[in-house]
Structures are given as structure tokens and as C-alpha cells.
């Protein structure tokens, strides 16, 4: 029988969580303000498109991923004020011009003929993009005094894993001559350009090896 | 992308068929028949002769209203930017447009899957796109008013008879998921009130404009009739889960009565083109 009374370390022998992270709460609420600022944008052109595609399993899996998103950034709007900022719209905002130019470009194509176009922008550059900018963060933030931005990330990043397989699925089902590789591909290209230009859904430094703030000077955490 | 995206333009595989709602009034093997036998209906149960028949063309119908109701609720989330103007939408009501957009594809799923259970190929019926045009409205109030209080409440009178047939008929597939898709609308009424008088709280005008697009839109989704709470209505008012989903006795009075008017409207279009089909054949004399 277990003693109550019997001291026990505060963290259990298999809990390898550690305090040091790469992000004050400045650098989290600047990042969390740019993914509810590109997730609003897709949910918001997933909904539209929806109308303009005439292949019905695109159609429905499109009203699906769009509700997706939009919980998404429901989940930062929530974590906004959690990290100081008082006024979530404040930080809401596209991490530079050049990531606004690349959602220009991505949710331009209208006509029904251009679905490879629509799927390609969304499954096949900024939906990797994202998982690689979450992804980071969720390697580089702290795991102890960032847990709710982690908690978000793993449910967030189960989603765009599913939805990236979805779309990437539907996509190989309608190419199906080499003129629609070369039209998927030149799309993702000239979109891929747009994204390397903006640095990454959170501007350079989205994956780690541009200016991440770090911890502040003469902050001592124990390892 | 456009910014609004006309029913014309709405994206369909080649199996789907359109017409409108007044072409079918007018069908000339309609206006040819006696004017008694035309107005003659009967409430939908598996027993009416035509009962299984009708039933399937009701499910294609739910499942391109459903279609069009996703499309709908998926432009409202792309049509307007976010914020409190009068051509604006709050960021929470894009949210619940988009777990909308969910909850539609769902539906669409679901009634391919019973189409296809009561033996139905897409594209069999005709669509008519007449439940995307409410969703056209440029002020965001009356959009909501007109998909989220009108065409989904006609979506629970709807399901509600589709539920009922699948009792009659001993369907515990068709009745187990019309009561699924009805609790997700009686959700989505609510939604509808909800943002109706959070966004016209302090904007009486625009509450007013909003119901009236409501009753305009409600005698057009009653179909001539074809929706109300007369002994013969094929589509029964769902007096119990309109009220569920919020709806008042006097709303839902006014909508019956909306039906009975809608009734009559048809019976007079009707009638005059039975007149002019009659005018034209003699002058062809």
C-alpha cells in the first residue's frame, strides 16, 4: 500500500519537460496573431470556393476543411489575450506584405475549370508551410510556461496532417494527363516563389534561422 | 475570386440539370389538366401511390438544397470582409458560418447516401436554385435571416416529413438520419436569431428589413402551398421543432399563412397560363 505522507518529486521520472524556450510572450503573441491571420484568410477562401467547384467531393471536402481553419483561428483569437494582448485584432495581421501577396495570389483562381489551381495553392504549398511553422514552434517553445500554445498546436497540427492528406489526395485524382502536372506544378512554383519571398507564414525566421527573439537578457532558467 | 457569385455561376458536374421553380408551375402537362385536378395534393406517406416516387424526387431536392445551402454559408464566409459595418461581418459569425459549412457537408453526404439507399441517381430531378438566390442578399443581416430563419426552417419542415415517411414506412435508416440532420438545423435557426438581433439590437430599421426579406423569402420556400399546415400539405409546418429552434406561435401563424397565400399565388399563375396556352391554341386554329 502506498504511503501518502511519503515525499515525491514534483515532476515524475518519464516527465522530460524543460522551462527554456526559444519565444518570450512578445515573440508567441506575434506568431499566434499571424497563424489567426492566415487561418482566417483560408477558412474564408475554402468557404468561397466552394461554390465555384463543380467536382462534388471537392465540393463537401472543401465545406469540412473550411470549418476546420476556422476553429483554428477561433483557437488563437482565444490565446491572443492569454499572451497580453488585450485587443486580439491589434496583432492579427499578416507577417509582411509579402505573405499578403501570396494570399492574393492563392485565392485568385474563381472559374470551375481551375480546381487543380485552388487545391494545389492550399494542399500543396500553404498547408506545408504552415505544418513546418507550427511544427517549429511546437519543437521551440517553452513546454512548460508555453503548454497552452503547445495543446493548441497538437490538436491544430492533427488537422492539417488530415486535411494536407485529403487535399494532396484529391489533387493525384484529378491530374491525370502531363499537361495538368505541368499546370499543377507551375502553379505551386510561381506560389512557392511568393512564399519563399515572404520568409513563411510568420515572415523569416518561421522555421528557425532568421530573427527569433530569445529569452530576455539576464533571465535565468534552470535546465 | 469575386466577392459575390451569382446563382448562374454556381459550379455543377454535368449530371445536374437546372430549372426554376416557375417552369415547373407551368409545365404544360400541368396547365393542360382541369384546374380541380392541378390544385388536388396529398400529405407524403408511403401509402399515396406515387408515395415512394415522391419521396425520392423530395430526397434529390434535399440533397441539391443542401448542396446550395453549403455554398451559401461558405460565400457568406468569403463574400465580406470582417467587422461591425453594414456591409461587414463580425469574426464570430464567420466562425458559425463556417462550422456551417461543416454541418452542410454533412448533409450533403448524408442524402447522397439515402438518394442512393432509396435507389436515386444524382442528377435524376432537376435542381432549381432558388434557396442559393436567399443567399445573395449584400447586406449580411438579411443573408442571415433570409438562409439561417427561412431556408433552414424550411429544412426542419422538410426533414421533419422526410422523418415522418421514414416511420410510416418502416425506414429506421431514412427516419434515424432525417433526426440527425433536424437537430443540426434546429441549431443553425437559432444561429440565425442569434446574430439577427445581436447585429440590429440598436438598429431597428435593419430588424425590420431583415423580417420583411424573411416573409418574402418564406412565401417563396413554401413552394405554392406545396409547405404548410393544411389537411392536404405534402410538406407539414414542423410546429414543434420550429419552436425548439425558437421560432414564436406567431411566427410560425404567419408563416402558415404565408403558405396559404403562396397557394393561391400559384393557382393564379397557374390559371393564367393555362389561359394563354388556351388563347394560343385557338388563335393556331
Redesign the interface.
Known amino acids: 500500500m502506498s504511503d501518502p505522507k511519503k515525499p515525491r518529486a514534483a515532476f515524475a521520472p518519464w516527465d522530460r519537460r524543460e522551462l527554456p524556450g526559444s519565444f518570450t510572450v512578445e515573440e508567441s503573441a506575434r506568431r499566434v496573431g499571424n497563424y489567426k491571420w492566415i487561418e482566417?484568410r483560408l477558412?474564408?477562401?475554402?468557404?468561397?470556393?466552394?461554390?465555384?467547384?463543380?467536382?462534388?467531393d471537392v465540393?463537401?471536402?472543401?465545406?469540412?476543411h473550411?470549418?476546420h481553419?476556422?476553429?483554428h483561428?477561433?483557437l488563437w483569437?482565444k490565446r491572443l489575450p492569454e499572451l497580453r494582448e488585450i485587443n486580439p485584432d491589434r496583432l492579427t495581421q499578416p507577417a509582411n506584405d509579402g505573405i499578403v501577396a501570396f494570399i492574393d495570389a492563392m485565392?485568385?483562381?474563381?472559374a470551375?475549370e481551375l480546381t487543380i489551381e485552388k487545391l494545389v495553392g492550399v494542399y500543396r504549398v500553404l498547408i506545408p508551410h504552415k505544418i513546418a511553422a507550427y511544427t517549429y514552434h511546437l519543437n521551440n517553445t517553452s513546454t512548460i510556461t508555453d503548454a497552452p500554445t503547445i495543446r493548441s498546436l497538437t490538436f491544430i497540427l492533427q488537422d492539417e496532417f488530415e486535411d494536407w492528406r485529403d487535399g494532396e489526395m484529391l489533387i493525384q485524382s484529378l491530374i491525370e494527363t502531363p499537361a495538368e502536372v505541368d499546370r499543377a506544378t507551375a502553379h505551386q512554383a510561381s506560389l512557392e516563389k511568393l512564399m519563399v519571398a515572404a520568409g513563411g507564414i510568420t515572415g523569416p525566421g518561421s522555421i528557425g534561422g532568421g530573427p527569433v527573439m530569445v529569452e530576455p537578457a539576464g533571465a535565468e532558467v534552470s535546465a | 475570386m469575386r466577392h459575390a457569385l451569382p446563382p448562374e455561376d454556381l459550379a455543377r458536374d454535368e449530371r445536374f440539370v437546372r430549372n426554376s421553380f416557375m417552369v415547373r408551375a407551368t409545365d404544360p402537362r400541368l396547365t393542360a389538366m382541369p384546374a380541380e385536378k392541378r390544385a388536388r395534393r396529398a400529405p407524403l406517406n408511403p401509402d399515396r401511390a406515387d408515395g415512394p416516387e415522391a419521396a425520392r424526387a423530395l430526397m434529390h431536392g434535399i440533397f441539391t438544397g443542401e448542396i446550395q445551402a453549403l455554398e451559401g454559408a461558405g460565400r457568406t464566409c468569403w463574400d465580406f470582409p470582417i467587422g461591425d459595418g453594414a456591409d461587414e461581418a463580425p469574426f464570430e459569425l464567420k466562425l458559425d458560418m463556417a462550422r456551417q459549412c461543416w454541418d452542410e457537408a454533412r448533409h450533403c453526404e448524408i442524402s447522397v447516401k439515402l438518394g442512393d439507399w432509396m435507389g436515386t441517381d444524382i442528377g435524376e430531378f432537376a435542381e432549381s436554385v432558388f434557396l442559393y438566390e436567399a443567399a445573395c442578399n449584400p447586406d449580411p443581416v438579411l443573408r442571415l435571416t433570409g438562409v439561417n430563419r427561412a431556408l433552414e426552417g424550411l429544412a426542419i419542415d422538410v426533414f421533419n416529413t422526410m422523418r415522418e415517411f421514414g416511420i410510416q414506412a418502416g425506414d429506421p435508416v431514412l427516419e434515424f438520419c432525417e433526426d440527425w440532420m433536424l437537430a443540426d438545423e434546429v441549431t443553425h435557426v437559432k444561429m440565425g436569431s442569434d446574430w439577427l438581433r445581436r447585429l440590429t439590437a440598436d438598429d431597428p430599421d435593419r430588424r425590420t428589413r431583415a423580417l420583411e426579406f424573411q416573409r418574402v423569402v418564406d412565401k417563396l420556400f413554401s413552394l405554392g402551398g406545396a409547405r404548410g399546415e393544411e389537411d392536404d400539405s405534402p410538406i407539414k409546418l414542423a410546429r414543434r421543432f420550429r419552436e425548439l429552434a425558437g421560432f414564436n406561435t406567431e411566427e410560425i401563424d404567419e408563416i402558415a399563412a404565408l403558405s396559404t397565400e403562396s397557394r393561391q399565388d400559384l393557382a393564379d399563375v397557374q390559371d393564367r397560363a393555362a389561359a394563354q396556352a388556351a388563347a394560343t391554341t385557338s388563335g393556331e386554329r
Do not use: D, N, Q, S
Not at chain 1, 465540393?59 to 469540412?64: D, E, H, I, Q
Not at chain 1, 485565392?107 to 474563381?110: D, S
Open positions: 482566417t477558412f474564408e477562401v475554402l468557404g468561397g470556393w466552394v461554390a465555384t467547384v463543380p467536382e462534388l465540393k463537401m471536402r472543401l465545406g469540412t473550411c470549418y481553419h476556422a476553429w483561428a477561433e483569437h485565392t485568385e483562381p474563381e470551375p
